[in-house]
């Protein structure tokens, strides 16, 4: 993965906005950031904005694992900023009710392989909450942070991307960035949403993402893709740092004459079914792209609803890039991951159809 492109990116993939509405407003002061300290700067301003903040997680008060909380306890003292026990269900079980009680519950959960542990607390607790109080009551002020994907040598147990288990549950949003900006922006919002949400950050991109951040406060809106790159032979769509690998295949696929349209979903849970209706319908074919296995992954609900909505206007199946069904590889990792080769080898039988 090119860290040039990923810079590249910046520039066209993200409207600016500040102070706590969406809007495209460009004269805020830019500040040259990796995406680990892009989403440092968003605890800050969380924390600052909000004395009713509060960040938790295993390691959190000296900086975390990946550096994401570094100052935090600091600045905002211990009693804001604190450690946990390892014990990912009391981590999230307490955010549940620090939130439900009107704080801002940010928790950590230090790498998402160790997520599983919290799931009946985010599944049966978190996401219905509300739903069993007939909205008496909720815990919308809960965010959890928690990093996902490949990192190049993290094995079995650092290396996996669980979203499409949490997409199967009513009542949690989940977000992906795909770099510092969009990270920047899209934390404020989830922390700010009075829904309870899973914040996955791409571990890979932590610090070999780098672009131009505002350094004032801004948002940027859940639930909305965008259209990243215009095209009119197929249909890209993927999240978070398959979106680089994504674009490079596009730059590729151009130079042999196939004209992609490439889609950041950002938002999987309530996602944009609308935007990628209206690209899919344009070009005719579909290409969905992550790193979890194929098999039942997020990328299956995509094609579904796609092929519901579109069935008269697809050209060709849909396809899927994705990894492989087995527990995430070490030595083998090059082989699982969906890289360049493989998605542009699918851009065009895809159009070839």
């Not at 009693?79 to 801002?104: D, H, K, W, Y």
């Not at 040598?153 to 290396?159: A, I, K, P, R, T």
């Not at 978070?240 to 042999?256: F, H, R, T």
């Amino acid at each position: 993965m090119s860290s040039n492109c990923v810079k590249r990116f910046g520039g066209r993939w993200v409207s600016l906005v500040s102070h706590r509405g969406f809007s495209t407003s460009s004269e805020q002061g830019l500040k040259s950031l990796n995406l680990f300290s892009a989403i440092n700067q968003a605890l800050h301003i969380a924390l600052d904005t909000d004395p009713r903040a509060y960040v938790f997680g295993e390691d959190v008060s000296f900086g975390g694992v990946f550096r994401c909380t570094t100052g935090l306890a600091d600045r905002f003292g211990k009693s804001r900023v604190f450690n946990t026990p390892l014990c990912e269900q009391g981590i999230v079980g307490f955010g549940i009710g620090l939130a439900a009680m009107g704080n801002r519950a940010i928790a950590e959960i230090q790498f998402a392989d160790y997520i599983y542990p919290a799931f009946d607390q985010i599944v049966n607790e978190a996401a219905k909450f509300r739903y069993r109080s007939g909205n008496q009551f909720n815990c919308g002020g809960l965010t959890i942070r928690a990093p996902y994907g490949a990192v190049g040598h993290g094995g079995h147990y650092h290396s996996q991307s669980p979203e499409a288990f949490f997409c199967h549950v009513p009542g949690i949003k989940v977000v992906i960035p795909r770099s510092p900006r969009q990270a920047k922006g899209l934390l404020l919002s989830c922390i700010r949403d009075p829904n309870p949400v899973v914040f996955f950050e791409p571990k890979w991109l932590y610090r070999l993402a780098v672009e131009e951040v505002p350094e004032d406060e801004y948002m940027l809106p859940l639930s909305e893709a965008e259209v990243v790159r215009q095209g009119s032979d197929i249909t890209l769509v993927g999240w978070g740092a398959q979106l680089a690998i994504m674009e490079q295949a596009c730059l590729d696929a151009e130079k042999e004459g196939i004209s992609c349209e490439l889609i950041d979903l950002k938002t999987l849970i309530p996602w944009d079914k609308e935007t990628v209706e209206a690209s899919v319908k344009k070009t005719g074919r579909l290409l969905i792209s992550h790193e979890a296995p194929v098999t039942g992954g997020f990328g299956a609900e995509i094609s579904a609803s796609i092929v519901e909505r579109c069935f008269s206007r697809l050209e060709a199946p849909v396809a899927r890039v994705c990894g492989l069904d087995t527990p995430f590889p070490l030595v083998f990792e090059p082989f699982y991951m969906p890289n360049k080769n493989k998605i542009l080898d699918a851009i065009k039988s895809t159009t070839e159809y």
